[in-house]
T-cell receptor, first 109, second 115 residues
Framework: RKEVEQDPGPFNVPEGATVAFNCTYSNSASQSFFWYRQDCRKEPKLLMSVYSSGNEDGRFTAQLNRASQYISLLIRDSKLSDSATYLC??????????FGAGTRLTVKP | NAGVTQTPKFQVLKTGQSMTLQCAQD?????MSWYRQDPGMGLRLIHYSVGAGITDQGEVPNGYNVSRSTTEDFPLRLLSAAPSQTSVYFC??????????????FGPGTRLTVL
């Protein structure tokens, strides 16, 4: 079983739609959780950290469920510019970061 | 600030050749790491360093060496290139190793093909 698993997608949604991604992790001792965004042929960039109580940044909401060991990302009112691959990241046993394979999102006009 | 820089951007090697991928950061970050990204696999950690003179192995270290003589530089050496090392390589740095503030800043990547 992979340490961090994501639905690869692709998710194809119209502009204005709400879309949600889930990510499961296997290390119950993990303490740090992130969502990164990666555009085609570019480097990953931090989208948002995920806090225990959940957190929101504009149209983006992240949630953490420790009991079920998953994190989620909700994007409201999707824009064309949201098209990208979204990477779930969880810290491993040595505090190194473990990346999911990513979920590809395409927002269409 | 330039952030994290990597050279070269593209490289083609023949099997058995050696080369060094360069990585530098100007943010005074202690933590630096090297990842490879393959289709459907996500980013996998090759080696990392928590400070000058200190390095450790990640998830897929075989066939790669690193050293950290300064805070700024963290080169990755391929000892004898193999086709399985064809990949996109990313260098990253962060302020800390743990906690919610360890955002990793990535370089633009090196696309390596081994024939």
């Amino acid at each position: 079983r992979k340490e961090v698993e994501q639905d690869p997608g692709p998710f194809n949604v119209p502009e204005g739609a709400t879309v949600a991604f889930n990510c499961t992790y296997s290390n119950s001792a993990s303490q740090s959780f992130f969502w990164y965004r990666q555009d085609c042929r570019k480097e990953p960039k931090l989208l948002m950290s995920v806090y225990s109580s959940g957190n929101e940044d504009g149209r983006f909401t992240a949630q953490l469920n420790r009991a079920s060991q998953y994190i989620s990302l909700l994007i409201r009112d999707s824009k064309l510019s949201d098209s990208a691959t979204y990477l779930c990241v969880v810290n491993g046993n040595n505090n190194d970061m473990r990346f999911g394979a990513g979920t590809r999102l395409t927002v269409k006009p | 600030n330039a952030g994290v820089t990597q050279t070269p951007k593209f490289q083609v090697l023949k099997t058995g050749q050696s080369m060094t991928l360069q990585c530098a950061q100007d943010m005074n970050h202690e933590y630096m790491s090297w990842y490879r990204q393959d289709p459907g696999m996500g980013l996998r950690l090759i080696h990392y360093s928590v400070g000058a003179g200190i390095t450790d192995q990640g998830e897929v270290p075989n066939g790669y060496n690193v050293s950290r003589s300064t805070t700024e530089d963290f080169p990755l050496r391929l000892l004898s290139a193999a086709p399985s090392q064809t990949s996109v390589y990313f260098c990253a740095s962060s302020y800390s190793l743990a906690g919610p503030y360890n955002e990793q800043f990535f370089g633009p990547g090196t696309r390596l093909t081994v024939l």
